[in-house]
């Protein structure tokens, strides 16, 4: 028998997504995002959901692109932080020494830090209620050397990505390979 | 400089989810999704997208509701399981001995085995391209007992939720907390 905790947004694993974009005046920001994931196949698309209150919301709106960035273990503060200040008031790259490069696929930025960059054309808005769902189509994704395994693929050990605790709001990381996914479960049919 | 990889659905990390429900029979089904998350706060809301060739999807389209339970690492074959086979063959439930619950509260079921569930009422569904992405507003979340810590709060640690790898296709756990969010980023500003 389960016991009932209320309609809350409890998911596990949630990601934590540095999402990149341009305010007006072309100055790069960055946001904190966990509320997301990828939504379609083909064509390639990624969910960003976010108040209107953020100032990354009518950098989205206004420039129809944005960056979905990695956080890392190696950047945990940082992918904190920028969930913490507001571009309205200071720049977050600055700030915390983040390095903005310019997409040359879309008009967004992302930072350099983050191993593995997706970038992202928006494709569809939908107004759900305090939150606001961005879907992007992606673009291209973009990794440090340094991520890739000899076959070519991102390692998911070698990027470390950061989860997000939706109960207690903490940041986790990612532990070993327990399994083959279309494979584990042959045992079971 | 990092390397560019395509337009491809890669992202770090992404859920397992047991969606659940009922076809026009009633017989309960249950599939694997990772393309999804929580995407409002206000009404709260999770988004799963689906393929319009799973048999789930007509499900939810008649039914209006499903669930999403959150795969754990002691049930890794099972959510596997559930991924591979298709409800249109097979009572899923049955063959993998996952104990179908009747929701108290939505028209759909849910694996008894999982210790974490939302249970959703549809609220929005929007065609993407190949995936469609189905939100429900998660109308109350149930958990076993024993992966609530002392304050009541769901444990993600006693969850040991899994991740699906979408480089690899692999399945991951959960490391141990790392840090607070909103806290450990404070040095940087």
Known sequence: MKKSLGAKTLLFPTPVLMV???DRTGK??????????????QPPCVAVSLRK????YDCIVERKAFTVGIACEARMAEA?????????????????GLTPVRSDLVDAPYAAEFPLVLECRLLHTLEIGLHTQFIGEIIDVKADDDVLGDDGHPDIMKISPLIY???RKGYHGV????GRAFSVGKTKG
Chains 1, 2 share one sequence.
Not at 28 to 41: D, F, R
Not at 53 to 56: I, L, M, T, V
Not at 175 to 178: F, M, R, S, T
């Open 165 to 167: 605790d939706t109960a």
């Open 175 to 178: 532990g070993p390979l327990l």
């Open 20 to 22: 990149g974009t341009y």
């Open 28 to 41: 790069p920001n960055l946001m904190n995002a966990a509320w997301g994931g990828i939504c379609c196949s």
């Open 80 to 96: 904190d932080y920028v969930g913490i200040a507001s571009g309205r008031d200071v720049d977050k790259f600055a700030v915390s």
């Open 53 to 56: 209150a953020r100032y990354s």
